[in-house]
């Protein structure tokens, strides 16, 4: 009997809810530390950035105007969601990193408790944040947040799965739909997160995830005008120059989070004042007693 | 078959310059729609500043080649684009879009419709009278119309979704051209399925072989459906490979459109300064 051949996957895009393959048809090999092949991942081009976008934006109205119970509801059901699938993501991560099970597994259980921590934010922030405000004139003045629309994430190379959580979940909690883009050195962990996304009645869309080159993909997501806000979390000192200059020219929102990569294990990244990287204020003016 | 055919017309390549050139021509050629009970005479008039000067002078945009609204509306667009404007007022006419009314009272529409300063009509053929298999009776109300529509350029509306079949598309094509329609229609844009590629193929390959009979050239508008650029730019390949260069222009061949146009113009401003456009620096379609 002939040897068996070894059935290499590829990883392919997550945008609207479904799994395109790139439209360049391109696709790079994911290597081991050791430098073995471990599978294929889809490198995707402007193209697929400017389809994420579209997903997103077509995603936001509906993601928006579900209560924020219910928008807590599916987080907690991601949570579950990567729970139940825990073991493949810790395997995914140990084969991609190199870092033993016991430190994977660390990164998993942390990714569904941050999860789970931003799913209780979701029904709260806007208490927190709004105000009630003294003004002059016979008004009732107030300010509420408002989620700001479409936002890219752009994930650090490492912890390539906790990162990503982390920074996408204040993003959606508020109603925003993201376009995050992986970690460019194991982006295999993503690409599995976003099948465990996928089965977690997260309406489709408001989470879409790319992997790739992020360079490449920089001079768009500075310069798409469909793109409300952007967070960095990338940590390359060269990309977030670019962006800030792109974005100098649209006036986009742009934010950065670069922790040391042993905060992101801790509770410094579970601040709900990332929340207010994505919301646009908005103050009514109510007339009373006239 | 024509569903075969028609895709191959989406096959083509076409960018930069090329792409350019034809979203602008895409331009020049819509008839940008309001077909509403909720229009007004500032919707209107709203429209007319917008079908004048689509976009940014920067782009170079050309004007659209009309403003297609209810008779109701004709006088106030006429009164807003002025005498000799290059956008033309379209209003459509002979009830509707269902086309179930009286023919004195059609005519009667038309008639006015003209006078109030309508430089097109669309009217919707009897599709009562057609399906029920009397042809002459669709003939003759073409024919009473286009009387009555005196200067007027004639655009007759097949409203092909409720036609059924390819064949009945063919044949009411052939009705309304040899009953003196200028253009034929696809479509009211109320009834689905609108324009789609292959029935506007059939009705192109109509004009074509009515040309070939008798050296007349009839126009061409698809209706309703039409949404973004690349199809629009898949409707001009498919004109230019059937019926040549010679109806590449706003006087042979219009899109009846509303939300094209914004997303053309995005397209135009994504090739011109390189980036991609979002909705909220458009004027609302």
């Known amino acids: ?290 | 078959m024509a569903e075969e055919r028609a895709a191959a017309f989406t096959k083509r390549s076409i960018k930069t310059s090329a792409k350019l050139a034809g979203l602008k021509m895409v331009v020049s050629m819509m008839d940008l729609t309001t077909l509403e009970g909720k229009d007004t005479p500032g919707k209107v008039a709203y429209l007319c500043r917008k079908a004048l000067q689509p976009a940014d002078p920067k782009y170079n945009v050309p004007t659209c080649a009309a403003v297609c609204v209810y008779p109701n509306m004709v006088k106030y667009a006429r009164k807003f684009l002025g005498e000799n404007s290059p956008v033309h007022v379209a209003s459509v006419a002979t009830g509707f879009p269902s086309g179930q009314f009286p023919l004195p009272t059609k005519l009667n529409e038309v008639r006015r419709a003209v006078a109030d300063g309508a430089d097109e009509v669309d009217m919707v053929i009897n599709r009562c009278a057609f399906l029920a298999g009397d042809h002459a009776k669709v003939f003759d109300e073409i024919a009473a119309t286009k009387e009555a529509s005196g200067p007027a350029h004639l655009k007759v509306i097949l409203e092909t979704g409720e036609l059924v079949t390819y064949d009945n598309v063919r044949l009411a094509s052939e009705i309304a051209m040899q009953a003196g329609a200028d253009f034929i229609k696809t479509s009211t844009g109320k009834v689905s399925p609108a324009a789609t590629m292959p029935v506007t193929l059939v009705m192109l390959e109509a004009i074509r072989d009515y040309f070939f009979a008798t050296g007349v050239r009839i126009g061409m508008k698809p209706a309703g459906g039409i949404r973004n650029a690349k199809q629009a730019l898949h409707y001009l390949v498919m004109v230019k490979e059937t019926l040549g260069d010679d109806w590449l222009t706003p006087g042979l061949f219009r899109f009846g459109a509303s939300t094209l146009l914004n997303d053309v113009l995005m397209q135009i401003a994504k090739t011109v300064d390189g980036n991609y456009q979002g909705p909220d620096y458009f004027s609302l379609p």
């Open chain 1, 1 to 290: 009997m002939s040897t068996r051949l070894d059935v290499k996957k590829t990883y392919k895009l997550f945008i609207g809810g479904k799994f395109p393959r790139s439209e360049s048809g391109r696709y790079l090999p994911a290597k081991s530390p050791a430098g073995g092949q471990l599978d294929n991942f889809a490198h995707a081009s402007r193209k697929d950035f400017r389809d994420a976008v579209v997903a997103a934006r077509a995603a936001v109205d509906g993601w928006s105007k579900a209560t924020a119970y219910n928008r807590g509801q599916i987080l907690y059901r991601a949570a579950e969601m990567l729970q139940n699938r825990a073991t493949e993501l810790v395997n995914e991560i140990a084969r991609s990193t190199g870092v033993s099970a016991a430190k994977a597994k660390r990164e998993v259980t942390l990714a569904i408790d941050r999860l789970v921590h931003f799913a209780g934010w979701t029904d709260k922030y806007s208490q927190i944040f709004s105000s009630v405000n003294p003004v002059a004139t016979s008004h009732f003045n107030f300010t509420t947040p408002e989620p700001t629309g479409v936002v890219v994430v752009l994930a650090p190379d490492e912890p390539s799965l906790l990162a990503l959580v982390s920074l996408t979940a204040p993003v959606i909690l508020s109603g925003n739909a993201a376009i995050v883009i992986s970690s460019e050195k194991f982006p295999l962990p993503a690409a599995t997160f976003a099948e465990i996304l996928a089965t977690s009645d997260l309406p489709g869309g408001v989470v879409n995830i790319l992997t790739g080159k992020r360079g490449e993909l920089v001079p768009h997501i500075a310069g798409h005008m469909d793109v409300n806000a952007i967070v960095d979390g990338a940590g390359v000192p060269d990309i977030s120059v670019k962006l800030q200059a792109g974005t100098a020219i649209n006036l986009k929102r742009y934010a950065k989070h670069s922790p040391a990569p042993a905060d992101w294990f801790t509770a410094k990244v579970e601040d709900p004042y990332w929340i207010l990287d994505t919301v646009e204020f908005k103050t009514a003016w109510h007339p009373i007693g006239v």
